[in-house]
C-alpha cells in the first residue's frame, strides 16, 4: 500500500515536472521537428505547393545527383567560404592583433571595424552595387571603384565587376568577407585578451622575437578561437544568400549560384516544392558533415 | 497542482473549441495585397465603402510581393485564407487554387445583366484569371479573377536624348533601333536600359520576338515539344539578342541589373531607351518629374507576323470560395472596379484602370500605354505555358548570350536538351 503510494506520489511528480516542460517541448516539436520531418516527408514527393502531391519516392534524390548546376552551386558557396576562411579570417586576425596593441584611437577602429557586420545585408548589396557600377554619364564613371581605378591612371582596370562570369564570383566572396569579417575581429580580439601577459614576458626573456612570440604563444593560444571562427565562417558563408539576391538578382546566368539560391529558385520561380526540400536535406547534409568534422578537428586541436 | 492541469486542459480544449467553429458571415470582410503604392488609395475607398454601405473592408498590406506569395500559399495550405486576395502565381497554380476549392467562380455576376460587369473591363484583364472551354489545366471554364488595373510592357525613349542624337523619330524597325543605337553610342550615351536581372522581364522581351518571328501557334507547339529550341525560327529569336550585345547597343550590368536600377538609370537619363511597364509612369514621375519621354512597342524585326506585346490584368483579386462573406466580398470588387472608383485608382496610383471607360482620367503617357492593351498578350492567356525549369534554362541562356558568353545556336541547344530531359521526365512520371 506504501509502495502503491510512493508510486503515484513519483508519477504525480514526474506529471508536474513534464508540465513545466511542456510548453518549451511543445515549441520545439512544433518549430523544429515537425517543419524538419515535413521537409524530409516533402522531398519523396512532387508538389507544386498547393494542389495534390504525387509520391515519387527517392526521384528528385536522383534527379539531383544529375544536376550540374546543383553541384556547381555548392563549389561556389565552398569557393566564397574558403575566400572568407583565407582573406577575411587573416584580415580579422591581423585587425585583432593591431587593435590588441596600445595604439591612439583603438577604441574607433573597434567600432569601425564592427559597423559591416551589423548593417543589413541589403544594405551592403545596395552600397557595393554602387561602388560597382560599370556605367557612365557625361564621361564619368558612376561607380567609385571604377572612378577612382580610371581617375588614378589604371583606366585597363575599369570592369563590369558583376556582369563578368571571370569577376562576378570573386566580386561577391570579396564584398561577402568586407561584411563579415567584423565578427571574426571581436571574436578574435576577446581571445587575444585572454592570453596571460606573462607568456610573452617569458618569451621576451628567453630572447624570442617578434616571429617566434607570434607562431610559439599567440598562434598556438588563439587555437580554439581559431577554430570557432572558422566553424562559424564555413557554416556562415556556405548559407550566403541574400548579399547575392542584393547585388546581382537572380543571378549572372548560373555563375553566382549557391545552394540557397538555388533552393529559393526551385521554389519560387519553377514551383518544384519537393525538390526543393531535397536539395535543402542533401545540402544540411553536407553542412552536418563540415560541422562534424571541424569539431572532430577542435577535439583533436585542444586535446593536443 | 489538480487547479494548473485543470487551467491545461480547459486551455487545450478552448483551443480545439476555436479551431473548429465555422466562420460566420459578418459585416466585415478582410483583403489581402501586396501593392504598397496603392495601399492608401485601397483604404481610402474602402472607408467610403464603409460610410455608404456600413460594410468594413480591412485591407492588410503585406509586402513585397514574394513574401506576399509564399504568405497566400502557406495560408491556402493551412485555410485560413481571407476573403479577398490576389494569387500572384502562374495560371498552373492558380488552377491548383480552384481545384482545391479556394477560388470563387465569378461568371455568373460577371454575366448578370447582359454582362454589364463583364464587358466594363478590358477583355484582355479579365482572360488573366479566366479559363476556356476545354483549358489544359482541367478547370470548369469561367472568369475567376477581378482585374483592378491592367498593366503591359512597352519601349520608352527619351525624346531630349535622341534629339541630341540627331534623331527624329522613334525606331520603327529593329534594324532602325540598331542605327539609333550607333548614333547615340556616337554621341556618349547609352541606347538601352532594362531591368534584366529580373528574369520574366527577359522573358517578356524575347517572347515579344519569338511571337513577330514565327507566330503564338509556333510558339506553343515548342511548348507543346512539337518545335525544338534549335529551329531557324527560334535561333533567330536568340539572335536578336546577340545582335543587342555586338551592336553596343545595353547598359553595362545589364543582366544583372534589377528593375527599380533600371528605372533610375532611365529616369536619371543615363540611357536613351528602356523596356518597363506602364507602372512606371508613377516611379518615373517621383524619380524626376521633368523626365520628357514616350512610349513605343518594342520595333519589330520581321513582317511575317504581329509583334505583340505583354499585356495583361496588373493586379486581380479572388473571391474566397470559403469565405462566409462571398457575396459582400464580390459586391465590393464590383463597386471597387465601377467607373468611378476606377478613376480615383488611376489617379491617384497612376495605373492604367481596368475599366475602359476610366481611362479618359489617365496621363497622355499612360493613354498611349493604353492603346496596345487590346493587341497585347500574356502568358496567363496563354492555352498553356513553358515547363518553368525550361524556360530557367532558356532566360539564363539569354543572358549568357548578352554577356557574350554563349553563341545563339549553344543556347538553343542546351535550352533544347533542358527540354528533352523535362518531357522525358514528365513522362515517365505519368
Known sequence: MKLKSNGALALKNNFQNFLFVLPAFAIFCIFYIYPFYKMINLSFYDWRGIGPMHFIGLSNYQELMHDHLWWNSI???GYITLIALTFQNALAFFLAMACDREIRLKRFYRVVFFIPPVLSEVVVGLIWNWILNPETQNGQYIGLLN?????SGFPQMVHDWLADPATALSTIAIVNSWKGFGWGFII???????IDKQLYEAAKIDGAGTWKTFTNVTVPMMLPVILVVMILTILGCMQVF????AMVNEGLVNYTDVPVTRIFSAMQNTNQFGYACAEAVIFGMILVCISFITKKLSDKVKHA | MRRLASVCCCLVLACLAGCSQPPQPSNKLILWHWMTDRQDTLQKLAQEYKEKTGIEVAVQLFAPSESYSQKVIAAAQANVLPDIYGILDKKSIVADFIKAGLVTDLTPDMEAGGGVWKNSLYAKALADKSFDPGNSYGIKPGIYGVPIDVTNEQMLYNKKLLAKAGIKNPPQTFDDFLKDAHLLRRVGITPFVAGWGELWLLDCFASNYAFNIMGEQKVFDTFRGKVKYTDPDWLKVFGVFAQLYKNGVLMNGI?????????QD?????????FNGSWCVNVYKEMNPKLDYGVIPPPPISNAYPLKIWGSAGSTFVVNAQSPNKDKAIAFLKWLTSEKQQEVLARETNNLPSNRQATVAVSPILRDFSKGMEESTHPNIWPLNEDPTVSE??????????IGDKTPEQVAQEVQKVKDQQM?????RR
Open chain 2, 255 to 263: 543582366v544583372t541589373k534589377g528593375n527599380k536600377y533600371a528605372e
Open chain 1, 75 to 77: 563549389w561556389h558557396a
Open chain 2, 266 to 274: 532611365f529616369a536619371l537619363e543615363r540611357a536613351a531607351f528602356a
Open chain 1, 147 to 151: 572612378h577612382l581605378l580610371y581617375a
Open chain 2, 424 to 428: 522525358a521526365k514528365h513522362n515517365r
Open chain 1, 242 to 245: 541574400v548579399l547575392i539576391l
Open chain 2, 393 to 402: 534554362a532558356f532566360d539564363r541562356g539569354l543572358q549568357a548570350i548578352l
Open chain 1, 188 to 194: 578574435m580580439l576577446a581571445g587575444l585578451q585572454t
